[in-house]
């Protein structure tokens, strides 16, 4: 699969003035600059002179001059309106600041962060840790599941990575319990699910490296690139393993359309929105 | 020879201790099977009927290997209770009732164990159970001390039994039947023998079993006084009543009660029961298993609920595996599952041949062996091991005692079950760490790249609600394999899982592997005990570090022994040495503890905590390390491997040096500093194949010093020694 040149042309972040404005403006100006980039600023709600002043005072303090940035004023439903302009802009990344862990207080900023990762047509990229002063990306975490947007979430990954200057990659393969079809009674079935790991993990290793191997060497050359297999509940494991290896970034397929169900019953992509052990990219293809 | 006949000739082989340990067992179940029945208001003939079914088809589709099925002594008080609520005060029919009531709780177990519920015991608290078992020991002594004094009629609560005692003993003095005077002194001599058989070294007396003595004592009386010509002086009801023709005699259960509430809610606490005892039992005796092996617990629980079903159609009460006969079969010898199979023969044999040697046994002299087993299972000494474990612990126990003991096991394992999920909520203070994790996966595990060591860390929480995630994934690995288990995201550690695991690491090292618990360090607890819940609370302050040392802190201080260094566990905030490593440059130091020292060479090896990152984007990392101070000045240098913090160091003005003649080493090391050429002459070509046969470290010099770091992580006990036994030998090669 040929990259674009050009991944994400145009982003979008919604903003409102909170006491961090300052440092998600900062932050993402920084991320378009990367990316080469448009920017768009919206803000849902009333636009007054003094806001704009502020808005403005902030924009001429960022590190990155020269960057094509639009400042939108809208007022209406959040979730509906930023959901719109993405498909009016045109956007091709849409940036939320979310909280790491949700609780009842923080469920209302929580959820629209959700909700919108869920809806909208782009890719998305939620920031937990803003910060001031550039924090240099270190290490990238992309998973590596047996679906059809892998290829695509794993180029973008490696895409991103050098746009970053992200020195590391470790694509985890999630392997399902139900895979390995034996379940360890004693000795014997222990022994038997061992070799049925160890094949399944060949064999999903095997399937990463086909498709890392047709990424083009420029993006792989500055790159130290890991496997990883972990065998454990998809879409929970990877989660963890970006936390426990202190990923800086953690780079998802895009979720398939969720229902009520999905979040009364947990799976894959909710544990991570639920718990966000780092900053999530969730690409769309 | 092919495995199998190779399998076949060792199975023959085994065969006659495992006949022998059968045997001894037997002498063990015989008078265990009639007490145990006629505590719990069955008769007698009904726990050998148990024991012989149990033991027959157990052994043939069980899947554990040195266990003893049959009738268990954690049944007494729910099949007594059965026996008497069922029959609305009839006995008989309550124990035919009670047999339907058996049969379709083997149906449940064969479903259980279809389900693979082999995990059910583990989400009961450790001292919940320890407090049922009690009261079921309390519950078993508090009747059969009045059957060992001669008096077989008495009834009623638990409690009211107890109140009796003083009473019972009176009566004693009191009495002027002779029979329930005989009945007494054989109780009393037959408690004694129980007491004192353990303490007579005599390799002859210690042939037979304690019970069988006791049996063999009375039943020779009885002949001793017939030779004699004396009257035997205790009538048929103070002996062990015993059908005609055992085989002809069988009873049968009474399916009418099947859907009254009564029926139901005892087949649920037989069930519970029965399964809890066993699958207790399995877990302990595969940890006396000579060979090693890991049962079956599912099967095992499909053999036993087929075992129980076919025993209630025949009269007979629960099959379950029980814990004291399946210790002895391991001690004598016993290697596989025939040993369960001819302790079920020899059963058989007993009670077909010896019948009427069997009506001769005083059920004094069973009362006594009942009121033993009751005491072994209530002895204060369980108390005391509970409350070493912590304050809460006794509260646990003794709600599940006397809840059980007022009302019963269901209620009493419910409230137990309750208070130590308040405790713990209150313990962490927080109702939330509980409520919004419970449901979520809380466990990751996978194979580090290096070493193939396997690395589980668990978050949120660990308690006996959540540890079946955490024991699946244990279960998954072989039992030779090095395990590092991770509690720094975990906030909250419990004592059934801190048992728990301890478990595992016995087992794990008994067979090569090894287990070693990292992250715990900074969790409060409240004892020294090693089960002793630990917890993080936000904004409390530990004080006594050194008294509530953790496994691994008791080992680091071992390994300073060792290495005869000095062992520091406390916080110390005098970092500055560290800070001119340019590891550390970016890096914010906040202190270090358990520091291991010596003098000598003033080397130090500690977990030191940093933060990454300002403000909303730090990060706090626990790492172990190893400084050295060097005897020389060298150039300033590091060797990294994956180059993954090269960037840093080519920000302090480093780059990349290649030695010559090492092609290897330069592909597999990153080396850099600023002199290229100082730097290239000490690594010598000794250093470089010291380096390149051990495994790697990113070791980082500031000229006076070496920084050593193996991972970014707190590192096990095992690693740590091997990172101190290579910066010794690395200084040596400096020198």
Redesign the interface.
Known sequence: MALKNRLFKTILFGFAFSPKLNINILETTRIAHFFNAKLILLHVGSKTPEKESKVKLILSEIEHKGLEIDVQWKEGKPIELIERACKTFAIDLLIIGALQKENVYQFYVGSIARKLTRTVCCSVLLLIKPSEERVPCKSVVVNGLDAPDTPFTINAAFYIANALGAPQITIVEEIRQKDIQVSVQDDKSLKKANIVKERLKHREEHRVRKIVKEIPNDFKKKITIKNQSIFGKSGYSIGHYAEVVRADLLVMNAPAKSTILDRIFPHDIEYILSDLPTDLFIIRN | MTPKANKTKAFVEALPKNIFSGFVVSLIALPLGLGLAMASEAPPISGVIAAIVGGLVVSFLG?SNVTITGPGNGMVIVLLTAISTLGDGNMYQGYLITLAAIVVSGLVMILLGFL?M?KLADFFPASAIEGMLAAIGIGILSKQFHIMLGNNTINGSVISLLKQFPAAIQNLWITDATSVLVAAAIGILSLLIMVFYSKIRNGFFQLIPAPMWIIFLVVGLSYLLTAFNIEYPLPSDFLVNIPEDVTTNLTFPNFSKIFQFNFIIAVFSITLIASIESLLSIKAVDKLDPLN???????DLKALGLATVVSGMLGGINVVTVIARSSVNVNNGATNRSANFFQAFFLAAFVLLFQEQLRKIPLAALAAILVYTGYKLATPKTLQKVARIGKEQIVIFLTTLLTTLFTNLITGISAGILITFIIHIILSKSF?LFF?HIA??N?????E?DGGNF?I?V?YFCSFLNFYKLKN?L??I?EDKDVVL?FS?CNFVDHTALESIESYVDTFQKRGGSIELIGLDKHGADTEHPFAIRKILPFAKRSHVEETLTKRQLQLKNIALDFKWEYIPEKNKKTAFLSDFVFFKSREIRYFYNQLKTIKTNGQLMDVEFT??????R?V?KTTLLYLPLPRNVPVFTLDK???I??IYHLAGFKDIAIKNHPDFNRRFYLSGEKSKAIQELFTDELILFLESNPYYHIECNGAALLIIKK??LLSVQEVKAMLYFGKQLHQILQ
Not at chain 2, 293 to 299: D, E, F, G, I, L
Not at chain 2, 612 to 617: D, M, N, R, S, V
């Open positions: 899947g693979k082999g092996r890991r049962s079956n617990v599912n099967k939330s919004s979520k996966p466990i990751l595990m996978f194979k790249p690395y860390s978050k994934k279960d998954e072989a991770d995201m990454e990152g300002a403000f909303i984007a990060e990392i994956e180059g993954l090269k960037y970014e992580r």
